[in-house]
């Protein structure tokens, strides 16, 4: 019952908003080297499933260049877990703050607008944190990929929350 009331009244969404943002915090104040997952991948993944289909795949982001053969292939493959934690914690941020903030401000847009703006606000301090961590790289590449994230979860639970109005689920 008490649960129901704070999910109603979006208490519940914004303790878990702030509950990510501290998540987070606790992230970027760790080094490169406490958060890499090189080693456990190196074991889980010691065949290195997939390389083959793997080493076509080349890009720049942030100027450096992301391969097997530039990186190796388990940093590669963090890589692609790191970015997507990074839009998959930015997606709970900003759809904790929408469903959080909806039954405050009564409108629609506005909530969506200020839950996305915070969820990239707090992305970029996040950054700039991480850049007064030692062994950490500040990326705005990173800002935006979060940013990206946090918009998605807007979108999305404003969608859901409009057909539900329309009563079409």
């Given at each position: ?105 009564n409108a629609t847009l506005l909530t969506a607008l200020f839950a996305w703006l915070a969820s990239t606000g707090y ?47």
């Amino acid at each position: 019952m008490i649960f129901q009331k704070s999910r109603k009244n979006g208490s519940f969404y914004f303790v878990m908003g702030f509950l990510i943002m501290a998540l987070l915090f606790i992230s970027s104040s760790q080094t490169y080297e406490q958060q890499s997952q090189i080693g456990l991948l190196s074991k889980l993944l010691k065949n290195e499933p997939l390389k083959e289909n793997l080493n076509g795949i080349s890009f720049l982001y942030a100027g450096q260049e992301v391969s097997i053969q530039a990186k190796g292939y388990f940093a590669f493959v963090e890589f692609f877990i790191r970015k997507f934690a990074h839009f998959a914690t930015y997606f709970l941020l900003g759809g904790s703050f929408f469903l959080g903030l909806l039954k405050k401000m009564n409108a629609t847009l506005l909530t969506a607008l200020f839950a996305w703006l915070a969820s990239t606000g707090y992305a970029a301090i996040d950054e700039f944190h991480q850049m007064l961590t030692g062994g950490r790289t500040p990326l705005f590449q990173d800002v935006m990929l979060d940013s990206c994230g946090a918009f998605v979860a807007v979108v999305l639970c404003w969608l859901v929350i409009g057909i539900k109005k329309k009563r079409i689920f």
